[in-house]
């Protein structure tokens, strides 16, 4: 791993959730949860997340595999889960899950996913050092760190190529 850092946090220490009860100027003309609107609350909490890894100010650089798998409609109860998987120099890699949570059992099951980049930086807005590394702590934290690996590869080939 690149951290030569003397601080660290662990992935749990800056998870963060947020619920919504989705209401009619959430939908769209189909009866559906805006993507636009999901959108933006996924890039708020990923920001807090990142925020609470860094103490420090965050703006989003990417987002990558957004991923619409089911719908969610008027009154359902949205969960966003947003994780830190990666810690870089200057960026962070954020993991955002949506939920539609059930009323009667508190089941929930999965409306979106999303890899957000976001980078930590001074009140002028530009890049500066995340103070604190990414301690992996299980399994999983070992799984999505090798995870954000191979995005940051993916998204570097990309970028070379222009897109």
Known sequence: ??????KFKTPADSRTEWMKVIQYEDINGSGRLFGGRLMEWMDEVAGIAATRHCND??????VDNLQFKNGAYINDMVVIVAIPTYVGRTS????????VESRE????????????TEVCV???????????GLQLVTENDRIEWDGAQKRIEVRKHRRNEGF
Do not use: H, L, W
Request: aromatic share 12%.
């Open 1 to 6: 791993m690149e951290q030569q850092r003397t």
């Open 57 to 62: 100010y965050v703006t989003t650089a990417a």
């Open 92 to 99: 962070m890699e954020v993991r955002v899950d949506v939920y």
């Open 105 to 116: 059992d508190g089941s929930r099951r999965v409306i979106n996913r999303a890899y957000f």
């Open 122 to 132: 001074s009140k002028e807005g530009c890049p500066k050092p995340v103070e604190y």
